[in-house]
């Protein structure tokens, strides 16, 4: 966590029970003051990057992930890169349930089960996650915000245009991006608030967007930060990075690094408060660099979950 006060963004009507988030493992999970960092665990073999399907390898992963400054393990057994086929349900709890180990040996680390599916979602809670992270922000299976009251659970609600198999093909204009991504996010707020589930909310970086479009969801953040919940950004190594990087010939995703960590202080910069990385410790560090800079003082890290 490093201590970088919403308050900075210069940003009015912000409400603290918007960033002072609940969860289950008797926590809270403190947007107002800090910007947390999430790990990624893609728990499927065709995942873009790193995906894992041996246990063993994939609790070493945790356990680097937070030793390096992780404040969130986001668990997903099904990958939602462009084109990916949906895979059974039974696989995917199948997948999910390392959460039930992470949390055993791990304690109090939050973790986040990656699912829009409410079968999946009641497995992971059982299991012991605490947020649910739904990229299709309540859309595919809205019983899934019925799981998050139960279970007192908050839940991350992300803009998406179509199923990720298909979600390319369904692009939006530039005239109507930003509007219509707020005008989604603002419905998915509405939908869990009605339901009494805390909200945080993501553009969906790489989802249904043109390349060029990520850089004008990044660089026009404060739009969907003025709404007045948390916003958590995913850019960590993927294509638009690339494309900024060498629009000809993009790098592969294992030379994204510095794009991704660029991307992560500007979007720091731009109000995120969650930054779901595969680099943990290199964006940490930038971050806090970032941070320092910008409240003209050293920044500060506080971990609560050892």
């Given at each position: 966590?490093?201590?970088?006060?919403?308050?900075?963004?210069?940003?009015?009507?912000?409400?603290?029970?918007?960033?002072?988030?609940?969860?289950?493992?008797?926590?809270?999970?403190?947007?107002?003051?800090?910007?947390?960092?999430?790990?990624?665990?893609?728990?499927?073999?065709?995942?873009?990057?790193?995906?894992?399907?041996?246990?063993?390898?994939?609790?070493?992963?945790?356990?680097?992930?937070?030793?390096?400054?992780?404040?969130?393990?986001?668990?997903?057994?099904?990958?939602?890169?462009?084109?990916?086929?949906?895979?059974?349900?039974?696989?995917?709890?199948?997948?999910?349930?390392?959460?039930?180990?992470?949390?055993?040996?791990?304690?109090?680390?939050?973790?986040?089960?990656?699912?829009?599916?409410?079968?999946?979602?009641?497995?992971?809670?059982d299991c012991g996650a605490d947020i649910l992270n739904d990229i299709s922000?309540?859309?595919?299976?809205?019983?899934?915000?019925?799981?998050?009251?139960?279970?007192?659970?908050?839940?991350?609600?992300m803009h998406i245009t179509a199923k990720p198999k298909i979600m390319q093909?369904?692009?939006?204009?530039?005239?109507?991006?930003?509007?219509?991504?707020?005008?989604?996010?603002?419905?998915?707020?509405?939908?869990?608030?009605?339901?009494?589930?805390?909200?945080?909310?993501?553009?969906?970086?790489?989802?249904?967007?043109?390349?060029?479009?990520?850089?004008?969801?990044?660089?026009?953040?404060?739009?969907?930060?003025?709404?007045?919940?948390?916003?958590?950004?995913?850019?960590?190594?993927?294509?638009?990075?690339?494309?900024?990087?060498?629009?000809?010939?993009?790098?592969?995703?294992?030379?994204?690094?510095?794009?991704?960590?660029?991307?992560?202080?500007?979007?720091?910069?731009?109000?995120?408060?969650?930054?779901?990385?595969?680099?943990?410790?290199?964006?940490?560090?930038?971050?806090?660099?970032?941070?320092?800079?910008?409240?003209?003082?050293?920044?500060?890290?506080?971990?609560?979950?050892?």
């Amino acid at each position: 966590m490093i201590y970088f006060p919403v308050d900075r963004l210069g940003v009015t009507k912000l409400e603290d029970k918007n960033f002072l988030i609940p969860i289950p493992s008797s926590l809270t999970l403190d947007l107002k003051n800090y910007v947390l960092l999430m790990g990624v665990l893609n728990m499927s073999p065709d995942s873009f990057y790193i995906g894992y399907e041996s246990e063993k390898e994939a609790l070493k992963a945790v356990e680097k992930m937070i030793e390096e400054g992780a404040d969130i393990i986001d668990v997903g057994g099904q990958s939602t890169r462009p084109g990916a086929e949906e895979i059974p349900e039974e696989e995917e709890i199948k997948r999910i349930k390392i959460i039930e180990k992470i949390k055993k040996i791990f304690h109090n680390i939050p973790v986040s089960v990656d699912t829009y599916r409410s079968g999946v979602a009641k497995i992971a809670f059982d299991c012991g996650a605490d947020i649910l992270n739904d990229i299709s922000g309540f859309r595919f299976d809205p019983k899934v915000l019925d799981v998050c009251k139960i279970y007192r659970a908050p839940a991350i609600a992300m803009h998406i245009t179509a199923k990720p198999k298909i979600m390319q093909n369904h692009t939006l204009e530039d005239q109507v991006l930003l509007d219509s991504i707020i005008k989604y996010l603002s419905e998915s707020a509405t939908m869990a608030k009605q339901k009494d589930v805390s909200v945080i909310l993501d553009p969906g970086i790489g989802f249904g967007k043109k390349p060029h479009q990520n850089l004008i969801i990044i660089n026009q953040l404060e739009k969907i930060v003025e709404l007045g919940y948390p916003v958590l950004v995913g850019v960590s190594r993927k294509s638009f990075i690339g494309f900024a990087m060498d629009f000809s010939n993009p790098p592969p995703p294992s030379e994204r690094l510095e794009g991704t960590i660029s991307a992560c202080v500007i979007s720091l910069c731009k109000g995120a408060r969650i930054l779901r990385v595969h680099d943990v410790l290199k964006v940490k560090n930038a971050l806090k660099i970032a941070v320092s800079i910008l409240m003209e003082n050293f920044s500060y890290e506080k971990i609560i979950y050892s």
